[in-house]
């Protein structure tokens, strides 16, 4: 008699829960693969998506540098194009303009709308401010007079004080500064 049918006369509910758990392994293993390679095949799409679309945005310059009326400059200090005329800059990795105006970076219609609007507005004329008087006469700067204090704005400003001084004691534990 072999040992195969002797285990199968002897347990058989016990060798059909054995088949049953590692049929049940094969197939969640199985499983787990497939979705693997779903993940992996569509995080290669999409990095080869991104891949893409950053090659052609540095490959594309601003439509107006083709332009002849504009002068764009390169600074390498910062990496992006300067136009003295609309006062916008350019990013080539991102795409994106910077305008004083808005304050931010936008797109190409956002930026080149609001420095439509900013050149109608206003004359972009270089500012100097002019020196003070006693920079440029060599005087000597004189003291501020220190201003009256109320009662009242004297208190508060100890009890603010008195209260920093609490807070940084109590916090000085709390950092490891002992026996300051």
């Known amino acids: 008699m072999k040992w195969d049918s002797v285990i199968r006369i002897v347990c058989p509910g016990v060798l059909l829960i054995c088949a049953k758990k590692k049929a049940a392994k094969e197939k969640q293993e199985k499983e787990d693969a497939r979705t693997l390679q779903q993940i992996d ?6 990095y080869q998506k991104d891949i893409a679309s950053q090659e052609s945005k540095q490959s594309q310059a601003p439509v107006d540098f083709l ?9 390498s200090a910062t990496g992006y194009y ?20 808005l304050g931010n970076w936008v797109t190409q219609e956002e930026a ?19 020196l003070a008087v006693s920079t440029s006469v060599g005087k000597r700067k004189r003291p501020e007079k220190p201003k009256a204090v109320f009662a009242e704005e004297a208190a508060a400003l100890r009890a603010r004080e008195a209260a920093r001084k609490r807070v940084e004691d109590r916090e000085k534990n709390m950092l490891g500064l002992y026996g300051h």
Request: proline share 6%.
């Open 41 to 46: 095949a569509k995080a290669t799409r999409s």
């Open 67 to 75: 332009a002849r009326d504009t002068a764009w400059e390169y600074s």
């Open 82 to 101: 300067y136009d003295q005329h609309t006062g916008i800059q350019y990013d080539p990795k991102s795409g994106f303009y910077y305008s004083d105006d």
């Open 112 to 130: 080149f709308a609001a420095a439509k609007k900013s050149a109608g507005s206003k004359q972009k004329v270089p500012l100097k401010k002019p």
